[in-house]
């Protein structure tokens, strides 16, 4: 009868070796890491998300007395005067506690998104915890209170705060910590979106303007993924807008989305100038003078009576969004949300409450899809039927072209419709919008490209170099070569006579056997009891020797090499034949020269 091998046995030691080895693996330990980070951004999402859900009831449900349909001229509110006590109090409290534990979060960017992507670039990955557990706090009590913001900021930045953390807790280097962050980040997008690849994306394109991260996608798509399905086990599967009829584009339909990408990239501009108009030029001067607490405390204020001169605008107005999807809301209603928005949102995250950019623009970018279906329909296109499919189109085009980030949104829409009927107007509406966009942009911390990021200051040097060869800097001159019979004394003489730092030594057959550096002769160059006795054949280094054809970066290593700050260019064909000279100054200048 046949056993089962024991722990002693052969195939027992080599599952043992087996399970060491996979357990010792760098890449196994990455991936460990990723899963964890996007298993505990999944519940704190869903956390945040609870516990946004629960003091929202309390507070504007149960202490303002806030009764609405989300449809403009039906909501109501039983205690008025509530509103605007209640965000004038978490004002002040969100700029006491910013100023007193947190100032630097007071001058971090435009919200939590733009905070994570001032740590990539220029905080070397890091998040103080402190910094995250403050910023999820107050934008709780923002939204809960009624201001109007978004929580996908805050939820990213907790997410990158805690991928941030755990790279900090195990020594990991700067380019795993800013990694670990952006998996991080993009849990906390897929999560609360219910859209992980769409979290994803945004994460690694939001970055730059023209480049995205792609070093960083497949752990952000592991932890956003890890993320979702952690978070769904709390908050459910079912997307974010449901009910929705989508028609696919038609080729008579290609004219009015392109006048819907029109519209998005006006909207978009709208919407970034007004945000920074009133930040800068508004509450920044406030602030400066008066101190953050009374700046947010007069943003609250301000809030609070918008809010309840239009309650539909208070938190995330989410339900204003789904009647617009179905198309039950009218032009005029349209509109008035739209520059509602743009005011409310300013005026809350301009103060300095805490929250995030993001879902205002995607309801503003719907308004403006809604907007775009009315007048389609007035020109005798569309209907009802179309509305849904203009309004989450523009979200994406309106996005893609505030945050300069087109593919994630269109990915994220997709998952948000669990369907790609609207592929196609989404890329093209998306596309046209970004084309037709300006140089504004919603995150002030977003750089063009790796080449401007100083998390890619090394590599981006180092590619330059490669782009460029030794013929393209080199100086073409007559070379001036050393004997290897040549003393000291007339050695002395011609270094007196020249600018150069190094020289090539020839052989007796005229070939180049070395290299003499002037710094090796410096201590002996004026002994002169020993101008009889040594010749440059006693003081040359090996030659390293370069060729035009060469790229900048192996001649930079071939500098380290030599340790010298000049080398001769030989030809190719004959590399007796000294063609002139690359000097490490000119090396490094290169890359500049090109960029200018």
């Not at 107005?317 to 928005?341: C, D």
Request: overall charge neutral; proline content about 5%; hydrophobic content about 50%.
């Amino acid at each position: 009868m046949s056993t089962l091998p024991s722990d002693t046995s052969p195939a027992g030691g080599v599952a043992r070796a087996v399970l060491r080895a996979t357990i010792r693996s760098r890449r196994v330990r990455r991936v460990i890491l990723f899963l964890a980070v996007g298993a505990v951004a999944g519940l704190l999402a869903a956390g945040y998300s609870h516990s946004l859900d629960w003091l929202t009831v309390r507070l504007q449900g149960g202490l303002a007395g806030v009764r609405g349909t989300g449809h403009p001229g039906e909501s109501t509110l039983l205690r008025p005067w509530v509103l605007p006590l209640m965000t004038t109090f978490v004002g002040a409290l969100t700029g006491w506690l910013v100023s007193r534990f947190a100032p630097e979060a007071a001058t971090a960017g435009t919200d939590g998104t733009d905070a994570m992507i001032r740590a990539f670039h220029q905080g070397r990955g890091r998040i103080r915890p402190l910094t995250a557990v403050l910023r999820t706090v107050t934008s709780i009590l923002t939204m809960a209170s009624g201001g109007s913001a978004g929580k996908e900021g805050p939820v990213a930045f907790m997410g990158a705060g805690f991928g941030a953390w755990v790279a900090e807790r195990m020594a990991l280097t700067d380019k795993e910590r800013r990694i670990l962050l952006l998996a991080g980040a993009a849990a906390g997008l897929g999560a609360i979106f219910r859209a992980p690849l769409g979290g994803a994306l945004t994460a690694v394109e939001v970055l730059y303007s023209e480049d995205f991260e792609g070093e960083a996608l497949l752990p952000a798509i592991v932890s956003s993924v890890t993320a979702y399905t952690i978070s769904s086990l709390f908050m459910g599967t079912s997307p974010l807008l449901e009910d929705m009829e989508l028609v696919p584009m038609s080729l008579k339909d290609a004219p009015f989305y392109l006048l819907l990408a029109l519209a998005c990239a006006g909207s978009a501009w709208l919407y970034v100038r007004s945000f920074f108009l009133i930040k800068y030029k508004v509450f920044r001067k406030i602030s400066g003078r008066v101190g953050l607490p009374l700046c947010t405390a007069l943003g609250g204020l301000l809030m609070g009576c918008v809010g309840v001169a239009f309650p539909e605008l208070l938190g995330a107005s989410h339900p204003s969004l789904e009647l617009a999807v179905l198309g039950k809301l009218p032009a005029a209603a349209l509109l008035a949300l739209l520059l509602g928005k743009v005011l409310a949102t300013s005026v809350t995250i301009g103060s300095g409450f805490s929250g995030g950019m993001f879902a205002p623009g995607l309801f503003v970018g719907g308004m403006t899809g809604g907007l775009a279906a009315k007048a389609c329909e007035a020109l005798g296109r569309g209907g009802p039927e179309l509305s849904g499919s203009f309004v989450l189109v523009g979200m994406s085009a309106f996005f893609g072209c505030a945050a300069k980030a087109p593919i994630g949104p269109i990915i994220m829409v997709c998952e948000i419709t669990q369907g790609y009927v609207l592929l196609a107007p989404l890329m093209l509406c998306t596309a046209v919008s970004l084309m037709l966009s300006g140089a504004f942009c919603l995150y002030e911390n977003q750089v063009r490209s790796k080449f401007d990021s100083p998390a890619h200051r090394d590599g981006a040097v180092s590619a330059a170099l490669q782009q460029l060869t030794v013929g393209d800097v080199f100086m073409r001159c007559k070379a001036v070569a050393l004997e290897e019979s040549t003393t000291l004394e007339a050695l002395s003489d011609i270094v007196s006579n020249t600018e150069d730092v190094a020289f090539p030594v020839r052989g007796a057959d005229g070939s180049i056997t070395g290299l003499l550096d002037v710094r090796d002769a410096r201590p002996v160059l004026f002994e002169r009891a020993l101008y009889p006795l040594l010749v440059v054949r006693d003081l040359a280094r090996p030659p390293v020797l370069l060729v035009p054809e060469q790229d900048l970066h192996q001649a930079l290593m071939a500098f380290v090499e030599s340790r010298t700050d000049q080398l001769p260019v030989v030809d190719p064909d004959d590399r007796s034949n000294i063609l002139g000279f690359l000097t490490m100054r000119a090396l490094l200048a290169a890359p500049r020269d090109e960029e200018g």
